[in-house]
């Protein structure tokens, strides 16, 4: 499904990605984890098109196609979805108005009709009651004062809402209570099929009891050193990250 | 020096225009009105048009304006044309009655006054300075600024016909109140309408003026009107700015509060190719609270320039500035909000704010605030922003599927917003949703049609 080979970005001329290789199939999760500032935020924001970033070198090919020839709005139709560490705030765009865009252009792109309001409003009800998300907050605008909890769960309720293929959550278990985090987990494992693969960035373990992940890779300075099996998290809750950064030949 | 002469030249042209046309101007017009014309053009004769050598007018030569040689209208010209062709738009038939001025005169010559329920009157100026002198000569050229504004002086020497309003004691008009500048000719054309609102004590009333021109030809329109609001008498008035953009239009709007006295004016600038907005406030007495907002939407080579004074001379008053704008392509602006707080106004807040964005690197705008503060219990702030689109919130949407064009307009749209929720009157604030979102898709032209009911319900 989405296949990365010797990716490296910079941004202001100074590199963050130094040569990332990682082969994501269909019907997989895989976990990244790594130290702050190792680059796994710069990654997601790649993938997902951010032009703030520049590829410098390597190839990434999305179902076939090269992911760098799509819009940041392309590769959304195209399936893949991005929950943000830190969601925008958007002052005077109504959260109704926002996802009815959005679903409604995704729709345009794959040739179907857009949904009546009424259609609309059903979806969005349903989608609300499976994520539990307070009512309230579809009635303002999008993440505007939010508390950073809502923040998460409405980027939750979006991916269930878009239907993704390829699901990308930077840390969208960072500051959940445990019963979000169980509803961001239960989105996840919803999602899962032999068709769609899921990338959960994340620092804690205690996701991983939820959404249990194919692969576990570890990221640190740009490239992913170590990749392993869900007992990697295991190791990482243990001894953190230092026994691996000694294993890295500079 | 060579422009100081043609700059004079300009001002003998319109005291020659005023000398050849003196006995038309007179003709008509009462004496009360024809002593305050005389005195107004010997005012206009020692100011003559301000350049941008005026520190009020940095940004906005208007002297230049007015050598255009085009031609006055010193009597009604009879265009007729078919009211129904003309609004036939997407709202049904017209029933509600619109008022219009074509031209600067007062359209309908049939009916130069007409009685609303509980004693109000709308119709021409003209005619009601004719009809009720007691009224105008209170009120006429009382609060316009003739002494330091000298396209005010040469508004009020050339004074004719425009919109005349009483509001009488305790009356309540239900109704906004609709009236369409209309201008259309096909030769150049340069109007000054004049006009005066007179809302008395604990009246009310709602007012939308939208300006429009129906004919290609270049328009210059230098107007004037008047709002005397009494005692605890509320006004909400919305303008519209809807004309081509080969018209250049200066307005001057003064308002007088008396105590307790209500008033939001809300000015949006959508098409035109100059517009400089004069919005001068005096609260003049205890408890007033005055709004004066504005949204401009400009592109290609269109230049706004919005300029507020509100005089705090009572205490206790509260007076809101909302200014905001969308410049795109080359277009220019200015936005200068004064802030005078007298002596004795204490316990005055005013606010004031000014937002902008500029889509282009060749936009530009200028933004001062001005405050002057002579009373030292008073509560006042002020700001001014120019920026971008929030490249962050853009890509979040894009990350969503929304293509850049249309995020671009949600934002844009949510930026004009916070002015549009301001608008009280529902079904006007659809309809000016549906105009400032066409105009932002630029999907509003100049246009001889589905427009015009800008604000009908
Ligand atoms: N907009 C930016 N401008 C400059 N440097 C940036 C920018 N964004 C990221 N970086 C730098 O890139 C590096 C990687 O950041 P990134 O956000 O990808 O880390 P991360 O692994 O997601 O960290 P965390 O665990 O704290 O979220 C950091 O050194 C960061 O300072
Ligand atoms: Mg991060």
Known sequence: MLSIKNLHANIESKEILKGINLEVKAGEVHAIMGPNGSGKSTLASVLAGRELFTVTEGKVTYQGKDLFELSPEERASEGIFLGFQYPIEIPGVSMVNFMKTAVNEQRKHRGLEP???????????????????????????VNEGFSGGEKKRNEIFQMAMLEPKLAILDETDSGL??????????????????????????????????????????????????????????????????????GIVV | MSSEIIHSEIKNKLLDLYQNNHEVLKNGSPDYINKIREKAIERFRELGLPDKKNENYKYTDLKKEFDNGYKTYLSPKNIKFDMKEIFSCDVPDLNTKVILLLNGWYYDRENLLTEL????????????????????????????????????????????????????????IEKPIQIIN????????????????????NSQASIVVCDHTLS???????????????????????????????????????????????????????????IRNNISVHLDGEGCENNTYGLYLTDKGQHIDNHVFIDHAKPHCISNQLF?????????????????????????QAYQANNNILLTDDADIKTRPQLEIYADDVKCSHGATVGQLDENALFYMRARGINKKEAKLLLMYAFAHEIIQKIKVPALKDRITDLVEKRLRGELSRCNFCQMHCCNS
């Open chain 1, 177 to 246: 209570d445990i019963d979000a985090l169980r509803i961001v987990a239960n989105g996840v494992n919803k999602l899962k099929s032999p068709y769609n693969a899921s990338i959960v960035i994340t620092h804690y373990q205690r996701l991983l009891d939820y959404i249990v992940p194919d692969f576990v890779h570890v990221l640190y300075d740009g490239k992913i050193i170590r990749s392993g099996g869900k007992e990697l998290a295991f190791e990482l809750e243990e001894k953190g990250y230092d026994w691996l950064k000694k």
């Open chain 2, 216 to 274: 290609a030809s270049n328009f210059l329109t230098n107007s004037v009107a008047e709002f005397y609001v009494g005692q605890n008498a509320h006004l909400d008035y919305s303008r519209i700015q809807n004309e081509h953009n080969g018209s250049k239009q200066i307005s001057h709007l003064f308002f007088h509060q008396e105590r307790d006295s209500n008033v939001t004016a809300n000015t949006i600038s959508l098409h035109g190719g100059l």
């Open chain 1, 115 to 141: 949904l009546s309001s009424s259609d609309f409003l059903k979806l969005m009800r349903e989608k609300k009651e499976l994520v539990e998300l307070d009512s309230n907050l579809t009635n303002r605008s």
């Open chain 2, 182 to 201: 209309v201008l259309m000719d096909e030769e150049e054309g340069f109007t000054q309408h004049r006009n005066l609102y007179i809302l008395e004590e």
């Open chain 2, 117 to 172: 329920p509980g004693g109000a009157i709308i119709g021409s100026f003209q005619k009601a300075s004719e009809i009720y002198p007691e009224l105008v000569k209170k009120h006429f050229a009382q609060y316009a600024d003739i002494e330091n504004e000298g396209s005010v002086a040469l508004n009020t020497a050339f004074v004719k016909d425009g919109i005349f309003l009483f509001v009488p004691k305790g009356v309540i």
């Open chain 2, 324 to 348: 905001k704008g969308v410049l795109d392509d080359f277009a220019t602006g200015a936005f200068n909000g004064k802030i005078l707080v007298r002596r004795d106004a204490q316990k005055t």
